[in-house]
């Protein structure tokens, strides 16, 4: 007896339709603003990591917004500092080195290898040739460089955008924060404010102790360059600063760096700048970052390493900056999302108390640096 197949009819909601359309209708707007989303996530990651210090000045007596602004001012007044310092000595040898260039010249012409091989390999009909066609190419040379000029325009208008789009989002941070728990009940208000609070402490320690272990090891490349007589000391100390940035993996790439330079004068130096990154190294592993960071952000090795590979695929070199203070947040934040789950665990086991997290830090602890940092700060007059 053979039995007529059963229609299964499948009812979408109309609700669920338009649900579906607006997440597809996001996906595709912050597809299309993906740059814009990067530059608010940068600048709210700036606020928030400079949000401790603002706090910390404004129990001082400070407003809000004048030691919002003065963080800023000050952080600004570093960098052109920085850049000032950086652009002088590359400025001098640039020139040095076009006003030393005809004398170069006049030493290759009149060296035995370059007039044997202008008798042999018709040099002159090669360089005619090289010269109309440098010529030719000018107009496209021009476009590249106004192209080139217009995109470094474009970058600076994008630093002045973020800078004060994270300036505004310091201002208002509280109150941000006090709207968007004005959405949830009060015991949720109560239970996840602290671990706000707590995370953004976690990112600004993170954040700050990254930069003060950065300058030491610029500082070091930049003296141990200079010691050695190594050419651009400054520069590789800012590039030392900079690769160093990155965690676990950026103190590697500058100690090769600036290996390969050390090169370039003697291979004994070279050796000497050797044992001294791995000196170094181990010192900032075992030493500088636990001084630093007083265990504000603890995350194992692999963890830290992990983030980085991932948050550097997404975000690229930016990524794998911010990499360690968001592994940490997202330690805090499943930490306590967890936590009653565990004091029940812990009930069944028969417990008297739950287990402390490896990574818990009091919030007085994890505030330690930015307090440090701003108890030279006088209040406002």
Known sequence: ??????????LIPVKTLLVLFAFGLLVALAVVSLGTLLSIFVAAVVALGLDPVVGSMVARGWGRGKASVAVFAALFAAVAALVIVTAGPVWGQITEFVRALPQYWE????????KQLAATGDLDSKVAELLKDLAAGLPDAATA??????GAFGTVLSLVTLTFLALFLLMERPTITDWL????TPDVETRWRPVLEESISAVSSSLIGNLAISVVAGT?????????GLPFPIVLAVITGFLDLIPQVGATIAAVILTLVALTVSTPAALVMVVIQIIYQQLENYVVYPIVYRRAVELSGFTTIAAVLIAGSILGVVGAILAVPFAAVIKIVLREAGAPRRARMATLRGDEVAPVPAGAVAPDEARAPVDALVDAVPPPA
């Open 1 to 10: 007896m053979n039995r007529s197949p059963q229609r299964v009819e499948v």
């Open 107 to 114: 030493q290759l012409t009149n060296s035995d290898g370059f």
């Open 145 to 150: 460089l106004l192209g080139i000029a217009g």
């Open 181 to 184: 728990f004005g959405f949830s």
């Open 220 to 228: 070091v490349a930049g003296l141990s360059a200079w010691a050695l």
